[in-house]
Every structure is written in structure tokens, then in C-alpha cells.
């Protein structure tokens, strides 16, 4: 197939589409460089082996798969022009993602609770390797939030509708993906301890 077919409009969705992707991909290799190195720091002797995750961190964990779920009901809500319903779920899954980023600065006050921290004399590898993946997981979010309030702005301005709701179809792709992500780093913590 010839990627340079089709209609302005088309290479237009198409050329969107595939930034987002160019993006994600880059974002997929940040995060497992920074997973290797923790694997790699894992055989250092000063290693704190056998830390809990913080619990606040499952709650957020729940708090992101159920905020995912609602934007995928917020799109197929705009495919059947469900205008009322789409701006209840995206209204929804944006709270739903502010408390995912209000439960991880729980967990990282869980986490100097127990006595580690991110730097100086009670801080560890670990834990500041924890702090760090975190904490750049969470500016991700923040942005994807940023993204789900110009999709939102947008609904209300009635750019979308039932045939053409791009972008809010790639800002519910990007917020899947900031998901996928966060399960994948929290089950990382979890069996690579």
C-alpha cells in the first residue's frame, strides 16, 4: 500500500496518527532503559532487596485502569453522537487520573515514611530508582491529563462527532498508553524485587 494515497484530510490523519506512535515507541525505550539500569543496579551489594511497594501505588494502579476503561466508553459514546455521555466519561476519566497522580505523591510519602528517600543519608539505589521511575511516569500522566482537557475543551467547542473525532481518539491512545505503562512498571517493582 501506498502511504502517500488518499485525500489531504486522510495523509493528515494518517501523518497524526503515526507521530503519536514515533512518540510512544520513543517513550517505550526511555522506560526500558531506565528498567534495565535497575536490573543492572539490582546486582549491587548496597541493593535493598525485598521493599514493599506502596500501597498507595496499587490504589493509583486501579485508579488508571478504571480511567482508561471510562475514555474507551467516552469514544464509543462520540461514535453513536452520544454527546452527554461522552462529556460525563471524559470528565470522569480526567478525575479519575488526577487522583492516579494524587495517590503516587501518597506513595512516594509512603515510601520516606518507611525511611527512604530520594537523596542524602536515607536513601538508597532502590529507592531513588523507584523515585525516578515514578516520578517521570507521573510527569507523563501529567501531560496526558494536559491532553484529556484539550480533548474535553474541544468536545465542548463540538469538534468531534460521530465522523470525525481524531483527536480525541489520540488522546484516549496516549492516556492506554501512559496506562499499559504504569501496570507494567508497577508489576516491574513487584516480581523484580
Avoid at 488518499?6 to 532503559?33: C, D, P, Q, W
Avoid at 476519566?93 to 527512604?116: E, N, S
Avoid at 528517600?117 to 521511575?133: E, Y
Amino acid at each position: 500500500m501506498d502511504l502517500t494515497q488518499g485525500t489531504e484530510v486522510e495523509k493528515g490523519k494518517r501523518a497524526k496518527r503515526n507521530m503519536l506512535y514515533f512518540g510512544i515507541i520513543s517513550l517505550i525505550m526511555s522506560f526500558a532503559g531506565l528498567t534495565s539500569a535497575f536490573i543492572v543496579s539490582s546486582k549491587r551489594p548496597d541493593w535493598l532487596a525485598g521493599f514493599l511497594v506502596p500501597k498507595a501505588f496499587w490504589v493509583s494502579t486501579v485508579l488508571i485502569v478504571c480511567s482508561s476503561l471510562v475514555f474507551f466508553l467516552a469514544k464509543k459514546s462520540i461514535a453513536k453522537e452520544a454527546r452527554k455521555k461522552t462529556s460525563g466519561m471524559l470528565l470522569l476519566g480526567f478525575a479519575l487520573g488526577l487522583a492516579f497522580v494524587i495517590f503516587q505523591f501518597i506513595g512516594f510519602h509512603q515510601i520516606i515514611d518507611a525511611g527512604y528517600h530520594f537523596t542524602g543519608p536515607t536513601s538508597n539505589v532502590t529507592m531513588s530508582f523507584i523515585f525516578l521511575i515514578a516520578f517521570v511516569h507521573v510527569l507523563h500522566v501529567i501531560a496526558g491529563l494536559v491532553v484529556i482537557l484539550v480533548v474535553i475543551y474541544n468536545h465542548y467547542k463540538k469538534q468531534y462527532n460521530a465522523n470525525n473525532y481524531l483527536g480525541l481518539e489520540l488522546g484516549i491512545t496516549f492516556w492506554h498508553f501512559v496506562d499499559i505503562l504504569w501496570i507494567y512498571l508497577i508489576l516491574f517493582f513487584y516480581f523484580f524485587r
